[in-house]
């Protein structure tokens, strides 16, 4: 068969215009922002090994835990010693996916180490998941919530990130201040078998005291909507409760819209961790009473730190981060020293609150809402 010069011009033309196209889509298709994870697909990383942070699911305080990442990038210059890093989002709060995606990641031979808030503290198959992870080399470190100590330490190096048993105890303490003659509540959470809920509950109980009583838990499954419907359900069968705890970041705006509606701002108390941006928005129009807050941008900075000390076998700079690892034998003394606790504050709308400096620990840092709103600006953060 023959083809003309005409026809082959034509044809030549059309499958130039077809690749110019296609390279044109591919551009579009990956454009996103530095340090996202397509779904933990396998990312071209330039000949680089990659520092993974694999979220429980996708919610503004994981974007400041990015900028913590991007941050000791930066002045670690963790490029120029081979190194990239991500964050990978799609987890959905489901433990099954956190399951895959470590498999996945076993698969491939770019990964120098994977940063998890595990979805289940007390999950076996994810333990073990993470366990193949260490067995091939590729250490792992929970950040943010931990896996179960007593069953699960090692499947994992190391954790960095709230003592979450006393962040709540430090937001039971507040509610003590706003309801010194105790109380009733209710807590609001994602997932119950995530161990920062279950600690920071626990705590939550502790530091309230004898005087209060929990009517009920519950869990939304990282389902917006189905939070607010949670919050409703707990005031149609008790009305007259004194509490609403969150203890996600984003169970406070849900526990402030439904308490709105209801018209009990400023006759129940709302007291939540975190500080998400619309939080601090509803701490500033009056209707959140206290915040316990981490420090998400910390936990990422030190993640990268470690993960890149660790693949690096930089046992010094472990000690440095950890100062119970000892770096001659290689391992943590004491019964916690693989444990580190990043900061942790508490927030109230102004200096009228009953909720006082005094109340809490010495390492737990308090601040009226306007300080603290500075304290973001001047580290160019929307939340915490």
Same mark, same amino acid.
Request: aromatic residues 8%.
């Given at each position: 068969?023959?083809? =003309?010069?005409? =026809?082959?011009?034509?044809?030549?033309?059309?499958?130039?215009?077809?690749?110019?196209?296609?390279?044109? =889509?591919?551009?579009? !298709?990956?454009?996103?922002?530095?340090? @996202?994870? &397509? =779904? $933990?697909?396998?990312?071209?990383? /330039? $000949?680089?090994?990659?520092?993974? *942070?694999?979220?429980?699911? @996708? @919610?503004?305080?994981? &974007?400041? !835990?990015?900028? /913590?990442? &991007?941050?000791?990038?930066?002045?670690? +210059?963790? /490029? #120029?010693? $081979? *190194?990239?890093?991500?964050m990978d989002k799609g987890s959905e709060f489901k433990v099954e996916k956190q399951i895959s995606k470590l498999d996945q990641y076993a698969t491939q031979t770019d990964i120098a180490g994977v940063a998890i808030s595990p979805v289940d503290a007390g999950n076996r198959r994810l333990a073990k998941a993470m366990q193949r992870l260490r067995d091939k080399?590729?250490?792992?470190? !929970?950040? @943010?919530?931990?896996? #179960?100590?007593s069953k699960f330490r090692e499947s994992r190096f190391a954790y960095l990130g709230t003592d979450n048993e006393v962040g709540g105890q430090e937001l039971g303490k507040a509610a003590k201040a706003l309801l010194p003659e105790g109380g009733t509540f209710a807590t609001f959470v994602g997932i119950k078998t995530v161990k920062n809920a279950i600690d920071r509950i626990g705590g939550f109980s502790e530091g309230a005291g004898e005087g209060f009583e929990n009517l009920d838990d519950k869990a939304d499954e990282g389902d917006r909507n189905r939070a607010q419907e949670n919050v409703k359900a707990v005031l149609n069968k008790h009305a007259d409760i004194d509490a609403l705890v969150g203890i996600w970041s984003y169970n406070a705006h849900a526990i402030v819209k439904v308490a709105e509606d209801r018209e009990l701002i400023g006759k129940t108390k709302i007291v939540c961790f975190d500080a998400a941006t619309q939080a601090l928005t509803d701490m500033e129009q009056g209707k959140i009473d206290a915040l316990v807050v981490q420090n998400p941008y910390q936990m990422g900075k030190l993640a990268v730190q470690l993960l890149k000390a660790i693949a690096e076998e930089d046992h #010094?700079?472990?000690?440095?981060?950890?100062?119970?690892? &000892?770096?001659?034998?290689? +391992?943590?003394? $004491?019964?916690?020293?693989?444990?580190?606790?990043t900061e942790l504050r508490v927030v109230v709308p102004n200096a009228d609150s009953p909720v006082k400096a005094e109340l809490f620990r010495e390492d737990t840092k308090f601040f009226i809402y306007e300080d603290f709103k500075k304290w973001l600006n001047e580290r160019r953060l929307n939340n915490s």
């Open positions: 068969m023959q083809i =003309s010069l005409r =026809s082959h011009s034509f044809m030549h033309k059309f499958a130039f215009s077809m690749a110019v196209l296609a390279a044109v =889509s591919m551009v579009g !298709c990956n454009n996103k922002p530095a340090g @996202d994870a &397509d =779904s $933990g697909a396998a990312a071209s990383s /330039g $000949g680089k090994k990659r520092i993974m *942070f694999l979220t429980n699911g @996708d @919610d503004p305080f994981w &974007d400041t !835990c990015r900028a /913590g990442m &991007d941050k000791a990038a930066e002045e670690l +210059k963790i /490029g #120029d010693a $081979g *190194f990239t890093h991500a080399g590729v250490e792992v470190i !929970c950040v @943010d919530s931990d896996m #179960d100590r #010094d700079t472990i000690k440095t981060i950890y100062p119970a690892y &000892d770096p001659v034998a290689q +391992k943590f003394t $004491g019964e916690n020293g693989d444990v580190l606790n």
